[in-house]
């Protein structure tokens, strides 16, 4: 422990983005990184590989603060990402008193990290806060939030307390608004994941509405690169960025690519549309992702091909 420079706590992190970035936080050795996740909807087989010894996993919930509270005392963390969420269309839909005391979780991070150690904390916030769009692409500073379902208000109120937090405190902080992002560690719950699985199962591919419903997909990678290099060079402080593909696809395009590049013999089905969350068009400005990445971006398809090939993903849906 005597190498270790920074103490970082990851919440949520049995999760798909933040299971990702523990990754890359351990694979420099003067990081240790503590994991806490209540995995309600995380799964242990996220975690990272136990030949590497810079990390720990805590069973705890970020809404509990009897439960937080001895682990921040503990470890005097220097930096907090906070990713701990209820998330998915549908589960956020039918769990809406849940999403609401995720405002607990934030009140708690913030309340303890400022009595603490803590140097900087980053948001996982999402681009759901931006509702339906009245402009597109969605600027950072440009477009209004008019988020209306419980998830996209829950974030959109996290925003406010982080950025009320160094007004009052001067705790600094970063907010990532994630787009759709897709990889191995998904679960089925979320749309690239679920179609892929239904076409290597050569299952009826279903969609919600006519499917002309417009999003953008990023790859894990190109997402954990940008939340990384944010952090590594202490870029964006006390500031929000988009995080997302700028090219838009249609979910009927998605399912018709997914097909495609499966070689599948699955037929799309088209279901009711949902009554709420499901929003129209979605597309981010991404020029700061951009400058940070300064790289291309994994196209969706690349990005299918490399989850065809990942044994994390075969695994979980019983296919390797």
């Known amino acids: 422990m005597d190498s270790i420079k920074n103490k970082i706590l990851v919440t949520g992190g049995a999760g798909n983005i933040?299971?990702?970035?523990?990754?890359?936080?351990?694979?420099?050795?003067?990081n240790f990184v503590v994991i806490l996740d209540n995995l309600s909807t995380g799964f242990l087989?996220?975690?990272?590989?136990?030949?590497?010894?810079?990390?720990?996993?805590?069973?705890?919930?970020v809404n509990n603060l009897v439960e937080l509270s001895p682990v921040m005392e503990k470890h005097s963390f220097h930096f907090v990402f906070h990713f701990a969420a209820v998330v998915g269309v549908l589960r956020t839909q039918e769990n809406?008193?849940?999403?609401?005391?995720?405002?607990?979780?934030?009140?708690?991070?913030?309340?303890?990290?400022?009595?603490?150690?803590v140097k900087h904390v980053y948001f996982?916030?999402?681009?759901?806060?931006?509702?339906?769009?009245?402009?597109l692409p969605q600027n950072e500073h440009r477009t209004p939030l008019n988020s209306r379902v419980p998830y996209a208000v829950v974030k959109n109120v996290g925003e406010c307390f982080f950025?009320?937090?160094?007004?009052?405190?001067?705790l600094p902080y970063t907010i990532f608004r994630f787009f759709n992002t897709?990889?191995?560690?998904?679960?089925?719950?979320?749309?690239?994941?679920?179609?892929?699985?239904?076409?290597?199962?050569?299952?009826?591919?279903?969609?919600?509405?006519?499917g002309s419903q417009t999003r953008t997909f990023t790859y894990v990678t190109d997402t954990v690169s940008v939340?990384?290099?944010?952090?590594?060079?202490?870029?964006?402080?006390?500031?929000?960025?988009?995080?997302?593909?700028?090219?838009?696809?249609?979910?009927?395009?998605?399912?018709?690519?997914?097909?495609?590049?499966t070689a599948s013999s699955s037929k799309i089905v088209y279901l009711p549309p949902l009554k709420e969350g499901d929003m129209t068009r979605r597309q981010p400005d991404n020029t700061k992702m951009r400058e940070v990445?300064?790289?291309?971006?994994?196209?969706?398809?690349?990005?299918?091909?490399?989850?065809m090939k990942d044994k994390r993903f075969l695994s979980a849906i019983e296919l390797a």
Request: aromatic residues 8%.
């Open 18 to 30: 933040a299971s990702a970035l523990i990754e890359e936080l351990i694979s420099n050795s003067s």
């Open 45 to 61: 087989s996220k975690l990272p590989s136990k030949d590497k010894k810079n990390w720990e996993f805590i069973k705890a919930d």
């Open 96 to 117: 809406p008193i849940s999403v609401l005391k995720d405002i607990d979780g934030i009140k708690n991070i913030l309340d303890l990290s400022k009595k603490s150690s």
């Open 124 to 135: 996982a916030s999402s681009s759901e806060v931006y509702g339906e769009p009245v402009e």
């Open 163 to 170: 950025r009320s937090y160094w007004q009052a405190y001067e």
């Open 182 to 210: 897709y990889g191995p560690n998904q679960s089925t719950d979320f749309v690239v994941a679920k179609f892929l699985e239904a076409a290597l199962k050569n299952r009826d591919i279903t969609i919600y509405g006519d």
């Open 227 to 261: 939340c990384y290099k944010v952090f590594d060079q202490r870029m964006l402080v006390n500031d929000v960025i988009n995080v997302g593909s700028s090219e838009l696809m249609s979910v009927k395009e998605l399912a018709e690519a997914v097909i495609r590049i």
């Open 293 to 307: 990445l300064n790289k291309e971006l994994i196209t969706v398809e690349e990005g299918i091909k490399l989850m």
